[in-house]
Nanobody, 124 residues
């Protein structure tokens, strides 16, 4: 089992920055690719960003490219999502997840472990 705990969510104004963190425990964090997903009210869970187990490769959904950065610190068992130039459409519950497969996946089905989520609200 792996436990994931997100933090860093909150209420910001459009254009502000926010950094989400996800702390992992219980299994070898550096053997897992990690991803961030989000779910807005009434919408399906959406892929946001992912990073390979080593941190060498990243992938983003189009709408956040150039604004969000995913990174990880394997020594701290933590993955981050730096959110810059936030927009009201970024408002959602953000979840981190762990993928035991090789490479990076945008599909939620590939991810075995999920955090409880952290709310991000961006006001106009």
């Amino acid at each position: 089992q792996m436990q994931l705990v997100e933090s860093g969510g909150g209420l910001v104004q459009a254009g502000d920055s926010l950094r989400l963190s996800c702390a992992a425990s219980g299994r070898s964090f550096d053997m897992y690719a990690m991803g961030w997903f989000r779910q807005a009210p009434g919408k399906e869970r959406q892929f946001v960003a992912a990073i390979s187990f080593s941190g060498a490769s990243t992938h983003y959904t189009h709408s956040v490219k150039g604004r969000f950065t995913i990174s990880r610190d394997n020594a701290k068992n933590t993955v981050y999502l730096q959110m810059n130039n936030t927009k009201p459409e970024d408002t959602a519950v953000y979840y981190c997840a762990a993928d035991p497969g090789k490479g990076i996946s945008t599909g939620a089905m590939r991810y075995d472990y999920w955090g409880q989520g952290t709310q991000v609200t961006v006001s106009a």
